[in-house]
T-cell receptor, first 114, second 115 residues
Framework: LAKTTQPISMDSYEGQEVNITCSHNNIATNDYITWYQQFPSQGPRFIIQGYKTKVTNEVASLFIPADRKSSTLSLPRVSLSDTAVYYCLVGDMRAGDSNYQLIWGAGTKLIIKP | NAGVTQTPKFQVLKTGQSMTLQCAQDMNHNSMYWYRQDPGMGLRLIYYSASEGTTDKGEVPNGYNVSRLNKREFSLRLESAAPSQTSVYFC??????????????FGPGTRLTVT
């Protein structure tokens, strides 16, 4: 089971680009890299996932180097509403069944200041 | 289209009491999951159901039981609640297929306090 390491907390300012890096040295061949966002008193919300290189959607980009031992979530032009906890997860849940598990760490608490 | 719903939102139990947490989804997803989240920590998997008719233990199953009633509903039961089960409980669903990867959809949570 691949574990991840990410900063406990980060601060930034409105309008800045924020990059959160996650380390996952023992990622397995079939593992995806997935990021979730969680606001207080809410369930986590899927942001983005990727396998290799770069993935971009309407809210974020995910950069994955060739060795896949780390990944970087990039949030462009953040606002106050981006203040949340961000979780980096690696694993392969495609079959949804036995012998899989995603390990959820404590996440990165991102605080955006005006 | 409500997505994933959970009832109740809040519950206070005394030690030894039992209760069932309900989860329902209208996303037509095959797989459903129950997690708990303790303060300042990530989620831990309690039980999951890969498809209707199957259930399996996760990381922390002791003290819990589950029922996959049909494709839409997955319930979590505490037979004899203990203070250590004070937590926030999340239900999640996932489309079972290669394209979905690790993309899960979570309910709003049930905040349970056991005194």
């Amino acid at each position: 089971l691949a574990k991840t390491t990410q900063p406990i907390s980060m601060d930034s300012y409105e309008g800045q680009e924020v990059n959160i890096t996650c380390s996952h040295n023992n990622i397995a061949t079939n593992d995806y890299i997935t990021w979730y966002q969680q606001f207080p008193s809410q369930g986590p919300r899927f942001i983005i996932q990727g396998y290799k290189t770069k993935v971009t959607n309407e809210v974020a980009s995910l950069f994955i180097p060739a060795d896949r031992k780390s990944s970087t979530l990039s949030l462009p032009r953040v606002s106050l509403s981006d203040t949340a906890v961000y979780y980096c997860l690696v694993g392969d849940m495609r079959a949804g069944d036995s012998n899989y598990q995603l390990i959820w760490g404590a996440g990165t608490k991102l605080i955006i200041k005006p | 289209n409500a997505g994933v719903t959970q009832t109740p939102k809040f519950q206070v139990l005394k030690t030894g009491q039992s209760m069932t947490l309900q989860c329902a989804q209208d996303m037509n997803h095959n797989s459903m999951y129950w997690y708990r989240q303790d303060p300042g920590m990530g989620l831990r998997l309690i039980y999951y159901s890969a498809s209707e008719g199957t259930t399996d233990k996760g990381e922390v199953p002791n003290g819990y039981n589950v029922s996959r009633l049909n494709k839409r509903e997955f319930s979590l039961r505490l037979e004899s609640a203990a203070p250590s089960q004070t937590s926030v409980y999340f239900c999640a669903t996932k489309f079972r297929g290669r394209a979905s990867g690790n993309e899960q959809y979570f309910g709003p949570g049930t905040r349970l306090t056991v005194t």
